[in-house]
């Protein structure tokens, strides 16, 4: 195996390790762009078609639950997520997380499908209502946290540092929303699995995607190094293989017996018949491939920003 070979290879695995290390947000993102809804009648007919495959999809219903419980304003929940977070190094830890959650389903007329709520984390989709203030305004508001040790953090932060930044966010999902959840589809409950999250969402799929994308911009480089680096890497490969191929043929018509043998030079020149080796006709090669595939990657990227510029 050339070295060629080798470092296409590499490439590749790099790229690959680099795009499966993108968060569930982003990974969310990908699922509700790639997956079309379908209702949950039409899910259970395809899960009865799989078998014993449980198929990854999105469904898209009324929520609908036997039990509600409300918020201070009286609206029937059946999730709500409250996230206490303060300002850590450029960004936002998490110190304090409170859930409730009730069963509910996904339905249309005739089917549903209950969602497995312990699977709700990153991929809840919903627009989120925040407070922003300091530390000190945190403490005073006399909130209670799940653990004592995050209202002893609070209370020294407020008297340490009370000017640092503090955040509280609130998700939630009403009984009388339409929601779109994408998950596997497991003895009639829709869960994560697979290696993929369980999405929720209440809102349209395009505004969904357009939250997502507004949070995922930072990520727009790291996923387009990956597509780079994979792209980079299948042209090392193929060239690397090429290179391998006309070494080998080289090396079989030098030891075949010659009647008349007639030495001619390697040469990378394809106008006096010869074979594209060495250096100069691996690069050649390597830029023939390379260049179509950045090209395209450039356009993509280009294209990208565009879009998010005018949205």
Known sequence: ??????????????????????DVRTRAGQLLAGLSPVTPTEALRLAALRGESSPYLAIKGS????????????????????????????????????????????????SSI???????????????????????????????????ETAALVTALAASDPTRGARVGLEQISNLDRATAAGQLIDGQLRA??????????????EALRLLGS????????????LALMALGLTFLIGGIAL???????????????????????????????????????LGLVAMFALPLLFAGAVVFVTRLVTRSRR
Do not use: C, K
């Open 193 to 206: 699995g697979a290696g993929r999250p369980l999405v929720v969402t209440t809102l349209e799929r395009a």
């Open 63 to 110: 929520i609908d639950a036997v039990e509600i419980f409300e918020d201070e304003n009286h609206r029937p929940l059946v999730y709500r997520r409250e996230r206490v977070s303060i300002a850590d190094e450029g960004g936002w830890r998490v110190i304090d997380t409170t859930e409730r959650s009730l069963p509910f389903v996904v339905s249309d007329p005739s």
């Open 244 to 282: 391998t191929i006309a070494t080998t043929a080289i090396g079989a018509d030098a030891v075949s017996p010659s009647p008349s043998p007639t030495p001619t030079p390697e040469s990378g020149d394809a106008r006096n018949g010869g074979v594209g080796v060495g250096p100069g006709g691996l």
């Open 1 to 22: 195996m050339s070295p060629f070979t080798l470092i296409g290879v590499a490439l590749i695995a790099v790229g690959l390790l680099l795009s499966r290390r993108t």
């Open 114 to 148: 209950s969602i497995a709520t312990a699977d709700i984390a990153e991929g809840l989709v919903v627009v989120e209502r925040r407070w922003e203030g300091s530390v000190a305004e945190l403490h005073a508001a006399g909130r209670e946290y799940q653990t004592p």
């Open 215 to 226: 949070e995922g911009r930072g990520r727009l480089a790291s996923s387009t190094v990956a």
